[in-house]
């Protein structure tokens, strides 16, 4: 039969029938690879199965919701924990293609196949880490398991890592930053990838954003900055947002803007960020203008705290212009305005940032001055006074250590005021007493009251009445005994203490606080304190300077010997008696009564303070070896005390002479070249060559470098320097002596 046409036509029952029977057979394929998976216990059965199911999956969409159906995407959920990592890879493919669709992905939103996937992209395996950063990113595009995925734990940080280290893994890097990029579209992940440290989305949204989301970013960096200290390093235009946010009128707005600047100025380089884009006009608006009935007071406790953190960053002061009218932070009008705000009924935090914003200014010449000048003028003192009794123990800290910056300039008028300032002293004494580990509000107290003028007569006689000496030797007791010594305030804290008395030794003209020396036997807790076993160099300089005021009083408090009255009747056998036995008696009698030769009268550690008796000598020449020139300076000094025109010279030369006075303070001079330092030595050196036996004038003449210090202070010291090194040239015969009488003869 001949072809009658080339052309074919199509037979639509049996296309039809053809392609009905190739669904069904594929159906029946899917349902046997089901079956191998469930039942199999080979994995390369398994393997086959999701091999056979992801051909039949890219064929055609019936089979994939097929699968479905009968539950494969459920079971290949469960493959993901296999102990095979080439059976959990290829169910991560098979994955990746079934939840193209919304059931699929529905589907494994109900299992535990995101945490289990999450844990797989930290896998050693590059394929199988590719395939779990395949399979998140398609689902990640569904709006569904956006928050599911953020919320599981470690995902944002895993993905954030990846993005970050993209050099590591390239691929996975890019497919990590399109999956945060798709969970950014989910408010609340943009808080879990600031929490991660990924805070680019949140600024972004925070600039970019509409009001509403602006609002929730806030929030969010609000709720972040007080459940955990967050370092958040903001760009310039978050900072203009932030601050022009704290200008609105919403309450809430303003209280959560204000909330996170507080937290944000704290990392420092915020600072300079913060103030380039106007952070201090709108704090300082706050502070001082905005009035305390607009709104709580909570915002103008954070506009101080931003402030605070922004000067103690570092940035300069001098520079930073606070209003229109061109005034800057280190101006009258700002230091005005902050002590002026300095009040008990504030709140703390709010005092506690003023004062920090003091501290801060107060390190720079320039409004350290400004700062004295306003409180003077002021009388601002009492507030800083009264602050230090607050319960609140930062606050206390804070106001004490204001206080001792103070110190040297107005440091009588803060004595007065404790002093009127009922209980205070008595606060001050407490505060010091020592009960277990060294806090830093103690060792701030201990040196404020070291600190404190130690000629004011009021204050020291108010500690006194109120217990200071006793409870500063227990405190100085506990400390020697080697308790809390581990203490990072331990050093302050002892050196306090020291200085605490030894401000009483400068005033020993007031009863009470002679009779509390003497019942205390400070002379003998002093010479206790030089061995330096107890502390620093300053302790030991202190026990020094402490011992240099007790000396200078041991002449007047010396009592020559009593002279027994005698009758005539008495004199006539005692004139009778052998000499030599009378001699010894006398000798008896004065060894008994303690007669100082120095003092020439009855001296003790304890009533006279004589240094000879307290066995102090020793200690203070063993502190001319130290290599600190204070410590030196104040041993010489208590030194000079013993050769002082009220003593007797002589006697005390030749005391000094036996534990090598001589060849220490030469020492002492051949190391250090200060004026107050050379004038002391000359001093003691004169004294040695004037009054000393041959032994000690040949120790004196024939140390070699003698001539050289004395022609150097001679030629660079000031003018007492020059002037008692020129003494002892003279005496030397190194210089002519212009007092001498010259007779003229002529032959």
């Known amino acids: 039969m001949t072809l009658q046409s080339k052309t074919t036509t199509c037979n639509a029952s049996l296309k039809s029938v053809i392609e009905e029977w190739t669904m069904r057979n594929e159906a029946m394929r899917v349902r046997i690879a ?106 990640s595009k569904s709006q569904l398991l956006l928050e599911n995925i953020g919320s599981t734990a470690g995902s944002i940080l895993i993905f954030a890592t990846m993005k970050i280290n993209s050099s590591d893994d390239p691929i996975a890097a890019e497919k990590a930053g399109t999956v945060l990029k798709n969970l950014e579209k989910c408010p609340k992940n943009i808080k879990y990838m600031a929490e991660s440290g990924y805070l680019e989305p949140l600024q972004r949204h925070l600039v970019e954003g509409s009001e509403e989301m602006q609002m ?33 009128c919403n309450p ?82 700002s230091i005005y305005n902050f002590v002026h705000m300095l009040k008990c009924f504030m709140p703390d935090d709010l005092n506690l940032s003023i004062i ?35 319960p609140t123990e930062a606050l206390s800290i804070a106001a004490t250590r204001l206080l001792i910056t103070l110190c040297p300039h107005i440091g009588h008028t803060i004595a007065e005021r404790l002093c009127k300032t009922q209980g205070q002293p008595g606060r001050l004494v407490k505060s010091i007493g020592h009960a277990g580990r060294i806090t830093e509000r103690q060792a701030a107290s201990a040196t404020l009251l070291s600190r404190l003028p130690y000629r004011n007569t009021s204050l020291n006689v108010a500690l006194v009445q109120e217990g200071a000496v006793p409870a500063i030797l227990s405190a100085i007791r506990e400390m020697q005994n080697g308790v809390a010594r581990t203490s990072r305030h331990a050093v302050p804290f002892m050196e306090g203490l020291v200085g605490g008395l030894v401000r009483l030794t400068a005033t020993l003209y007031s009863p009470e606080v002679l009779k509390a020396a003497m019942d ?3 002379a003998s807790v002093l010479t206790e304190l030089l061995a330096g076993a107890a502390g620093s160099d300053e302790v030991q300089r202190l026990a020094a300077v402490g011992l240099e005021n007790l000396s200078y009083l041991s002449v007047k408090l010396s009592q020559p010997p009593p002279d027994e009255p005698l009758s005539k009747k008495a004199s006539i056998l005692k004139l009778l008696k ?70 007797d010279v002589q006697k005390s030369v030749a005391a000094l002479a036996e534990p090598d006075a001589a060849r220490r303070v030469l020492g002492a001079l051949r190391q250090h070249r200060q004026n107050v330092l050379w004038q002391k030595c000359f001093c003691v050196v004169e004294k040695l060559l004037k ?17 050289t210090a004395l022609v150097s202070a001679f030629h660079r010291g000031d003018a007492s320097t020059k002037q008692a090194a020129e003494s002892i040239l003279r005496r030397l015969h190194k210089m002519p002596d212009y007092s001498a009488t010259y007779v003229s003869m002529e032959f």
């Open 34 to 139: 089901r079956t191998a998976l469930s039942l199999s216990t080979a994995d390369t059965m398994v393997l086959e199965a999701i091999h056979e199911l992801k051909l039949l999956a890219k064929l055609r969409e019936k089979n994939r919701e097929l699968m479905h159906k009968i539950g494969v995407t459920k079971f290949l959920a469960r493959l993901l924990d296999n102990h095979n990592a080439q059976i959990r890879c290829n169910a991560l493919e098979l994955l990746c293609l079934l939840v193209e669709d919304e059931e699929g992905k529905d589907i494994i939103g109900k299992t535990k196949a995101i945490a289990r996937t999450i844990k797989l992209m930290s896998s050693n395996t590059t394929d199988e880490r590719h395939a779990a950063i395949s399979f998140l990113l398609e689902l």
């Open 578 to 647: 052998d000499s030599k036995v009378h001699s010894n008696n006398k000798k008896n009698s004065l060894h008994q009564l303690n007669v100082c030769p120095v003092h020439r009268g009855i001296c003790s550690p304890a009533m006279t303070f004589c240094l000879f008796e307290a066995g102090a000598v020793e200690g203070l020449l063993n502190c001319l070896e130290n290599d600190n020139v204070r410590v030196v300076e104040a041993a010489l000094g208590a030194l000079c005390t013993l050769l002082d025109e009220r003593v």
């Open 356 to 390: 920090r914003i003091l501290l801060a200014l107060t390190a720079l010449a320039k409004p350290l001055g400004t700062v004295v000048s306003v409180i003077r003028e002021n009388h601002r003192g009492h507030a800083i006074v009264e602050l230090m009794s607050s």
């Open 252 to 333: 809430m707005v303003r209280k959560a803007v204000f909330d996170v600047l507080a937290q944000l100025s704290s990392h420092c380089p915020n600072s300079k960020t913060l103030v380039d884009a106007g952070a201090v006009p709108v704090m300082i608006e706050e502070l001082f203008i905005r009035k305390f009935d607009d709104e709580p007071v909570n915002s103008m406790a954070n506009a101080a705290t931003v402030l605070a953190n922004i000067v103690e960053s570092g940035i300069d002061p001098d520079t930073t212009v606070v209003n229109k009218e061109g005034h800057v932070l280190t101006s009258k009008y």
């Open 520 to 522: 205390h036997k400070l």
């Open 691 to 707: 009054h000393g036996d041959d032994r000690c004038v040949r120790e004196v003449t024939g140390d070699r470098m003698l001539p």
């Open 216 to 248: 929730e970013m806030v929030s969010y960096l609000s709720e972040l900055a007080q459940e955990q200290e967050l370092t958040i390093d903001i760009t310039r235009s978050t900072s203009e947002i932030l601050i022009k946010m704290a200008h609105s």
